[in-house]
């Protein structure tokens, strides 16, 4: 017998072991096994076929022991990883490393689980009494001590106890407790310190909806009838998350689980709060800032008898064990957050959530105020279900959006410091009425440019193509692509007479200056340099809500789905910046950071005002933004979209080629995409330097497919893999450090 298992090791292809005849009858599909590979090396691995069909004529050698005596791993869960592997042209290593904690796949044989003399026991879920009774029936002893740990486990409604508590068990003795694990009726394994039992209790039923979202309620279940997937298009505090509250309160009412996706940790404290209010500890959270084993934790709970019921989480916890899985809710679903850019597999939480909703037979519920176009197109053609909730909860009114012409306002010698006049006025307005005011800039450091008046020098990167991000409080330049820093130098080193100006406005300068203007308040910043601490980001939102902090300073981060509620003013400066990038989604973008930081402003009774600078408001995108017209927009995009064929009418699989010496990229890159051209013509475009042509000194060139709806994906993928092989025979080419992004945002 043999079995086909999964490496986490970035390898394409499964690898073949023979099984000893002892594990025959024990091995499946989902199971981890400890196998040799490589030189004096032992891999965890994950078996992903058993069969009797012999390997081709190389040595084969054997599986070197079985870790589970049941899988860890289901069916559903397998047949998600093919399919993501498939789809995003990565291996099923690096999707199996994606999904699996680390602690369940130890690389050597003296770590983790394989351990001998272990901590915590449970029961083997894959023995039923009828089996245990016969393994021990004339063993008296085993039998107490059996019966003994049932009881403790029921009694303490645990799936595992540690050895001190087995100890403790009158009908303990050594010879006992090994005999039942010799049996494999225990199983041992080890847990650190059990985190997961903190005790929070619901204290609230969900609130009654109010009649818009009672009908928007219905709507999306008479949608569920014929869709598999719905998209709520709901405004900023339409009440979608209440919703959210009350279908997942019916699928627990049914017995079922539900997985509520976020795109960013950042989102889940608050939600987390307000879930718990009426969920209580049948919640786990699964996000990057929980640690490998707390991770390791929730992936057995998940397993056991008792799992948790909801899993609110970031874009890996669609890699859990759900048994009874109801429903995906997939939160902001137009967040871009939600594609993994690093490493492989580079896939798309909310694309592939639909498909484990789809193996899983359950529905999906995407919703946001500012849907992705490609989602939206979705629900216009039909695939999906559409359903819209246009009103803000208890009808406060939608924020006013006002544009300020700062070019015009500089001409006129209006603009006296970085915001215009309007704005000022606003700001102290709230001031003097305690109320908030939030500043939006999409650029952190103190000025994006430095340039040699005499001779316009920048400084750039030593590493990247970049030109370098001058930060005030670090009194350094900056490359934001790979955080190299500088010293600023004391003159310019190309003309040395010219002064170094800094050019442009982050973050870090616009808070100075807005701390300059409004002594008296307190200033707050926001963005990736401030909140790299633990908690800091918390700590400012809390400080925020709390009134502590007037006005808010920061980037895009404080644009998503944060809920305050005396917010007076929102301010959204050099909003051009954020349009004039050269990519077809930036306008959609740009429409989306608007309208979500728009949704910031507002309070409990009154009207919330944004106002947005620009020095070019005739572009048609501020129509749409100030009358918070999705529609029209959308239909702007999707013509657009239509005539230079991008997706939706496309699907994009960027090839990637990076190497240090330029030539050799250069060569790599042409010869793929020629090759590729011979089978899909126009369909390959470039390869092309991107805008930022070399990171950490690396040259980068990209060939971008355009794939229409014709090809079959599956050809397309054999089609750039086989010409990925035979290129990989020239030796100039196997260095080349080569990647696909599918459906790359
Ligand atoms: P969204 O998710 O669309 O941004 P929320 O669900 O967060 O909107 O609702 C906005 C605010 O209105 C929240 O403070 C929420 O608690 C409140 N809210 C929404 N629906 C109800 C309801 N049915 N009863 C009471 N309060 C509600
Ligand atoms: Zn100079
Ligand atoms: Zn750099």
């Not at 002892?22 to 032992?42: A, C, H, L, S, W």
């Not at 995003?88 to 490393?97: E, I, R």
């Not at 750039?460 to 370098?468: A, E, G, I, S």
């Amino acid at each position: 017998m043999y079995a086909d298992v999964i490496l986490p090791l970035p390898l394409s292809g499964l690898f073949t072991y023979s099984v000893s005849a002892e594990m025959q009858d024990k091995i499946r599909r989902g199971m981890r096994v400890t196998v040799p590979f490589g030189r004096r090396k032992y891999y965890t691995a994950v078996v992903a076929k058993v069969h009797r069909q012999p390997p081709g004529n190389f040595t084969i050698k054997e599986i070197h022991s079985l870790i589970d005596p049941a899988p860890v791993v289901t069916e559903r869960q397998l047949e998600l990883w093919e399919w993501i592997s498939f789809y995003y042209l990565s291996s099923q290593g690096d999707v199996c490393k994606a999904a699996l904690p680390s602690p369940m796949m130890p690389a050597d044989l003296e770590r983790g689980y394989i351990q001998k003399s272990e901590e915590q026991f449970r029961l083997n879920p894959a023995f039923d009494d009828a089996d245990i009774s016969a393994t021990i029936q004339r063993a008296p002893k085993q039998q107490i001590l059996l019966d003994e740990i049932m009881w403790f486990l029921t009694e303490h409604e645990k799936d595992s106890l540690s050895r001190k508590e087995v100890k403790e068990l009158n009908g303990y003795s050594p010879v006992a407790l090994n005999s039942l694990i010799k049996k494999e009726i225990l199983f041992p394994f080890t847990i650190e310190k059990s985190r997961l039992h903190r005790e929070t209790a619901s204290n609230r039923s969900p609130y009654p909806l109010s009649e818009e979202q009672q009908k928007a309620l219905d709507a999306i279940q008479h949608s569920f009838s014929d869709k598999q997937t719905v998209l709520l298009h709901g405004a900023t505090s339409s009440g979608k998350t209440e919703i959210y509250i009350h279908l997942i309160d019916q699928l627990l009412k049914e017995g079922k689980q539900v997985l509520y996706l976020l795109p960013e940790i950042a989102l889940t404290t608050q939600l987390t709060l307000r879930l718990q209010s009426v969920f209580g500890d049948k919640i786990g959270i699964y996000h990057s800032g929980i640690d490998d084993q707390e991770r390791t934790e929730i992936w057995q709970k998940m397993l056991s008898e008792t799992p948790y019921e909801i899993i609110l989480g970031v874009r890996s916890s669609l890699f859990l064990p759900f048994r009874r899985l109801g429903l995906v809710i997939v939160d902001e679903e137009h967040e871009t957050s939600y594609k993994q850019q690093d490493p492989s597999p580079r896939y798309h939480a909310r694309d592939t959530a639909i498909m484990l909703a789809h193996i899983s037979g359950v529905k999906t519920l995407l919703g946001s105020a500012t849907p992705s176009i490609e989602s939206y197109y979705n629900a216009q053609t039909g695939k999906y279900g559409l359903v819209t909730l246009d009103e803000r909860f208890g009808k406060i009114e939608a924020p006013l959006i006002r544009l300020q012409n700062t070019k015009d306002l500089r001409r006129r010698k209006k603009m006296k410091s970085l915001l215009a006049p309007v704005l000022m006025e606003e700001i102290n307005t709230a001031l003097e009425n305690g109320e908030q005011a939030i500043l939006f800039r999409n650029r952190r450091g103190f000025a994006p440019m430095i340039e040699c008046t005499a001779c316009a020098w920048t400084p750039k990167c030593n590493h990247c193509d970049v030109t370098l991000t001058y930060h005030k409080k670090v009194h350094s330049l900056v490359c934001h692509y790979c955080n190299a820093t500088y010293p600023l130098p004391a003159e310019c080193p190309s003309c040395h007479e010219g002064e170094l100006k800094t050019l442009g406005t982050g973050t870090e300068r616009l808070e100075e200056e807005v701390s300059q203007l409004f002594p008296g308040a307190i200033v707050g910043r926001m963005d990736s340099d401030t909140t790299r601490g633990k908690d800091s980001f918390e700590r400012i939102i809390h400080d925020f809500q709390e009134n502590r902090i007037q006005i808010l300073v920061g980037t895009q981060m404080i644009s998503k789905g944060l809920d305050f509620e005396n917010v007076r003013v929102v301010g959204i400066i050099a909003a051009d910046s954020m349009l004039n990038y050269p990519d077809f989604r930036s306008h959609e973008r740009g429409f989306q950071l608007m309208i979500q930081a728009a949704g910031r402003a507002g309070r409990r009774d009154k009207q919330g005002m944004v106002i947005i600078q620009t020095a070019d408001p005739e572009q048609p995108i501020y129509r749409f933004i100030t009358r918070n017209d999705y529609v029209s927009f959308y239909q702007s995009q999707i013509a657009e979209r239509k005539l230079f064929k991008y997706p939706p009418f496309t699907r994009l699989i960027s090839i990637v080629l990076k190497h240090k010496d330029e030539h050799k990229v250069e060569y790599g890159a042409t010869s793929f995409a020629r090759l590729l051209k011979r089978s899909l013509g126009n369909k390959v475009l470039g390869p092309n330097k991107p805008v930022v042509s070399r990171i950490q000194q690396l040259h980068i060139r990209e060939i971008l497919l355009k794939i229409d709806h014709a090809t079959s994906p599956t050809q397309v993928r054999e089609l750039i893999k086989s010409t990925e092989s035979r290129l990989r025979e020239n030796n100039d080419f196997k260095q080349i450090l080569l990647y696909y992004n599918v459906d790359s945002i």
